[in-house]
């Protein structure tokens, strides 16, 4: 089984978003999405989905998104993001899954040999606009969230790769301390993938690049990536990573 990524994919099938609205990189991305899934993932293999799934308001609007990732090959986790309005009781959220699809919330999903925790966190300090008597509670709430997340992951006997997942960075994006990174680093978590940072131009590349070599070219403030006191971070947001399922490992 391999290990794949693509966050933000920001769908909105029966809502009226359209997302070249934020650049030309974004036209007819959900076609683009899908063709170029089916190109590299094969039924066996697992896709994490972290967040901005749908732009739907509520559960039965994102179900035609739901089941436009549900037909691409893959067992799909997903994770809720900011804009995941819909995501509101994960029991009808669950219920409302296609088949090969699990969502992520204050606990742990296994798939074959890959055990996936996470939370959605929130902004850092450090980030543009952080306000603290806002924000500050947030994190600790996020925070909370992770360490339940982690307390259920099976021990490293029993699981082959132990992954953790994310909408915001988890980290500020110089790889400055955070308490997710220091729960990570803690419990010995090898990768964290995350989304939510976009891309202001277009892909520089035709190719989707390795994880470890992404490079935010033109951006402001380039997405964390790479090698940080033990955790391995990935950046998956779909315009990043050429709307093509991002690959992480074997497991």
Known sequence: MRVFALSD????????????????HW??????????WRAVVRPEDLVLVPGDISWAMRLEEAQADLALLGALPG???????NHDYWWQSIGKVRSALPPGMFALQNDVVRVGPVAICGTRGWTLP?????????????????????????????????????????????LPVDGGASPFGAALEAAGIPLAVYGHLHRAAPPAHDVAPAADALVAAGDE???????????????ASCDYIDFTPLFLLEA
Not at 152 to 164: H, S, W
């Open 126 to 170: 450090g980030t543009p606009g952080y306000a603290e008597a806002v924000d500050g509670p947030l994190v600790r709430r996020e925070a909370e969230r992770l360490a339940l997340s982690l307390r259920l992951l099976p021990p490293p006997a029993e699981a082959a790769q132990r992954l953790a997942i994310f909408h915001y960075p988890p």
């Open 221 to 235: 403030r380039p997405p964390l990536s790479g090698l940080v006191r033990g955790v391995r971070y990935v950046n």
């Open 27 to 36: 036209v007819e991305h959900p076609r683009r999405i899908a063709e170029n």
């Open 75 to 81: 067992t799909k986790v997903l994770l809720r993001g």
């Open 9 to 24: 994919p920001h769908l909105g099938t029966r809502v009226d978003k359209p997302m070249d609205r934020f650049g030309p």
